[in-house]
């Protein structure tokens, strides 16, 4: 592959030459690559989430519902720009009950999924490290911290969690992974996740600071040294995975059998003379 080009090559104007994908291994080159996509997606997931935040509480007198409005719109379009920069890759869950949800639905294996999970931990952390580095000292203490509302139960704050992670994982089943018939579905499966947590963080804002995701919360808390009510942002979260997983595995899935394509000849890298090259 040349390091740099005078003009932009395309094979297809090359009637001597194909495009020939060739596939990568199982392991460990695709976990590692898995990882650094859910490293990378969530990093800038978190730092859009808290910085949402941090944006809308910028002037001290602005109007509540506008506040709301401004941090659910700006988390619910940078999910959807993610996914869709990164979903090819490792499917773009950056968000542990999402894993889960695709574990325990058979959509994700194991080791894959301990991989999506550590790289979502490190992601947040570093987008949050990012964040407190962008931004000024009178609002660093909270990097966008999600919290209770004033009077509201921790047992609420849970099933707010609970229920608005719930549907959130069963549209990214729905759209993305349990999908098998309908591929086009694909391309408008990443706006219908990033709409979802607008609408999402838009309800449970006021109540629990919208987190819907364990590492959204998990990392401005370790940034910023502040932690209140943490187990509500994994247990809420995690267990409406559970049921989103559920709902689809036991309740919705459609049955398929996979079977070999008749006349399909597998084609021979193993003889494969071309010169590598990666566009």
């Known amino acids: 592959m040349a390091f740099l080009r005078f003009l932009t090559y395309d094979p297809v104007r090359d009637p001597s030459k194909m495009k020939v994908r060739v596939p990568q291994k199982t392991f460990p080159t695709k976990i590692v690559k898995g990882l650094l996509a859910e490293l990378i997606g969530t990093l800038f997931l978190v730092f859009f989430c808290g910085g949402?935040?941090?944006?809308?509480?910028?002037?001290?007198?602005?109007?509540?519902?506008?506040?709301i409005l401004l941090i659910a719109t700006i988390q619910g379009f940078a999910l959807a720009a993610i996914i869709?920069?990164?979903?090819?890759v490792s499917g773009c869950n950056l968000n542990p009950a999402i894993t889960v949800a695709n574990l325990l639905s058979g959509r994700t294996g194991f080791i894959n999924a301990l991989a999506y999970i550590i790289g979502q931990v490190i992601g947040c952390i570093a987008g949050a490290g990012i964040l407190y580095a962008c931004i000024e000292w009178r609002y660093q203490m909270r990097l966008g911290n999600t919290r209770l509302g004033d009077g509201i139960p921790a047992g609420n704050g849970f099933l707010m969690e609970l229920f608005t992670t719930c549907l959130l994982c069963l549209v990214v089943l729905g759209t993305?992974?349990?999908?098998?018939?309908?591929?086009?579905?694909?391309?408008?499966?990443?706006?219908?996740?990033?709409?979802?947590?607008?609408?999402?963080?838009a309800v449970a804002n006021p109540f629990t600071g919208g987190s819907l995701n364990p590492v959204r919360t998990l990392g401005p808390s370790i940034i910023s040294g502040t932690w209140a009510n943490?187990?509500?942002?994994?247990?809420?979260?995690?267990?409406?995975?559970?049921?989103?997983?559920?709902?689809?595995?036991?309740?919705?899935?459609?049955?398929?059998?996979?079977?070999?394509?008749?006349?399909?000849?597998?084609?021979?890298?193993?003889?494969?003379?071309?010169?590598?090259?990666?566009?």
């Open 84 to 88: 869709y920069a990164i979903s090819g």
């Open 52 to 67: 949402s935040v941090t944006a809308a509480f910028y002037f001290p007198d602005g109007d509540p519902a506008a506040r």
């Open 176 to 201: 993305s992974v349990f999908n098998v018939w309908d591929r086009r579905l694909n391309r408008i499966a990443p706006f219908a996740i990033g709409m979802t947590l607008f609408a999402g963080v």
């Open 230 to 279: 943490a187990w509500i942002y994994w247990a809420g979260p995690l267990i409406g995975g559970v049921l989103a997983a559920f709902i689809f595995r036991v309740l919705l899935q459609e049955r398929f059998d996979v079977i070999d394509k008749p006349g399909y000849v597998p084609f021979d890298f193993t003889s494969f003379k071309g010169d590598m090259q990666t566009y």
